[in-house]
Nanobody, 127 residues
């Protein structure tokens, strides 16, 4: 069992930055790939970024490429999402997710391949 707790969301002006954190419990963190997804009101949850177990592989949605950076600290059981040059269309609830060995430690956009999800943190970007 893996529990994920996101933090770091808030209100920021367009062009600003935020760093989201996702703290994981359990012994499987270092063997799990991790992902970030977001869901805007009335829309489906979509992929933002993902990182491999070691951190050597990263994958981004085109909409955030060059602005967002995903990273992880396996010693601290934490994954981060650094968000720069934020835009109003980045406004959403952001969720972190873990893909364990059960799902092949997958890192990519298919949310069906993630086994555990956090409760989400709200990010609001004002224009």
């Amino acid at each position: 069992q893996v529990q994920l707790v996101e933090s770091g969301g808030g209100l920021v002006q367009a062009g600003g930055s935020l760093r989201l954190s996702c703290a994981a419990s359990g012994r499987t963190f270092s063997s799990s790939a991790m992902g970030w997804f977001r869901q805007a009101p009335g829309k489906e949850r979509i992929f933002v970024a993902a990182i491999s177990r070691s951190g050597g592989g990263r994958y981004y949605a085109d909409s955030v490429k060059g602005r967002f950076t995903i990273s992880r600290d396996n010693a601290e059981n934490t994954v981060y999402l650094q968000m720069n040059s934020l835009k109003p269309e980045d406004t959403a609830v952001y969720y972190c997710a873990a893909s364990t060995y059960l799902s092949g430690s997958y890192y990519g956009p298919d949310k069906g391949r993630y086994d555990y999800w956090g409760q989400g943190t709200q990010v609001t970007v004002s224009s």
